[in-house]
């Protein structure tokens, strides 16, 4: 069969990651999207340009899966979009008295071990690509801009996941020299991760979900998803004039608004 190239999209039950999706289907882009339950994404199901995969992220099952479409599709970008901050049992500690093993094992499973065990599988199979891997971070994951504490599994689980992706971007510059890697923070996005947070958001500092898809699409593909969209035009213009100040690094830490985050 011949390969295509295609977008890979891994936790693609975020809400984030679906806004994505949608944008890059509606240019009749095709995607592979990755989700524990796909009963989770209604949206993504039936769609033409979408390949819907089930995996439960176990080492096993991480493995079988990345064999399984690679197999089949000639992968472009990737996104890995996991990532938790409450459920099942979580909850965001607000002194060190709530920190729980449990809790934090469930945390770092989740933000760090997963996306690393994709990782894994994904970069030897693109190592000779010019392709970009964005790995959704925060910027909460920042040592340097902690002045708020607070929050002990999210934080460090993100910062362990920096500290990962950083280790293996310097991997990358002796066995994958074309490959890139972005952490990319969102900013406070209107999705179920950060519903209970969200009253103490100044107003217009929530972003929908299509915002912040425009912009990482913006950052990562380097031109706007849709021509005649002005606003994201300027962005990407304005970007590129960045860019020339810019060191060449194969890894960025970002924000959607292109802005460097401190580590
Ligand atoms: N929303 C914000 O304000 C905000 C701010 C900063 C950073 N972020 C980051 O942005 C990313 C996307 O978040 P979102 O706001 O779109 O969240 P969301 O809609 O709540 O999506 C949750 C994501 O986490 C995955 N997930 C849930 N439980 C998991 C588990 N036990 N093990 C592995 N993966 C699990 C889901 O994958 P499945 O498809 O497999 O279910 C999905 O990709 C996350 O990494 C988050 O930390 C979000």
């Known amino acids: 069969m011949q390969a295509q190239s295609v977008t890979l999209v891994i936790g693609a039950s975020s809400y984030i990651a679906q806004a994505l999706i949608k944008m890059i289907i509606d240019r009749g882009e095709k995607v592979v999207a990755v989700t524990r339950n796909p009963l989770e994404a209604p949206q993504l199901q039936g769609q033409e340009n979408i390949v819907l995969k089930t995996c439960n992220y176990s080492e096993e099952s991480i493995a079988e899966t990345v064999e399984e479409i690679f197999s089949f599709y000639r992968i472009n970008n990737v996104y890995i979009c996991n990532g938790i901050l409450h459920g099942n049992g979580v909850f965001p500690e607000k002194k060190v008295e709530d920190f729980s093993l449990d809790s934090y094992l469930t945390v770092i499973t989740a933000n760090t071990l997963t996306p690393m065990l ?11 690509q010019a392709s970009t891997i964005t790995i959704f971070s925060a910027r909460i994951g920042s040592i340097n801009d902690n002045k708020l504490g607070g929050w002990y599994s999210y934080r460090s689980s993100k910062a362990a996941l920096n500290m990962a992706v950083r280790t293996l971007a ?4 002796r066995r994958a020299k074309a490959l890139k890697f972005i952490l990319f923070h969102p900013g406070t996005t209107d999705t179920p991760l950060s519903k209970p947070f969200q009253r103490n958001v100044p107003k217009g500092k929530l972003f929908s979900t299509e915002f912040v898809a425009k912009r990482l699409f913006a950052l990562t593909e380097g031109h706007a998803a849709d021509a005649n969209d002005e606003e994201i035009r300027a962005f990407v213009t304005r970007l590129s004039e960045q860019a020339v100040q810019e060191r060449t690094d194969n890894l960025k830490y970002i924000d959607w608004d292109g802005q460097p985050i401190s580590w």
């Open 118 to 128: 994709w990782l894994k599988n994904i970069v030897p199979r693109i190592e000779q």
């Open 170 to 173: 310097i991997e990358c510059q």
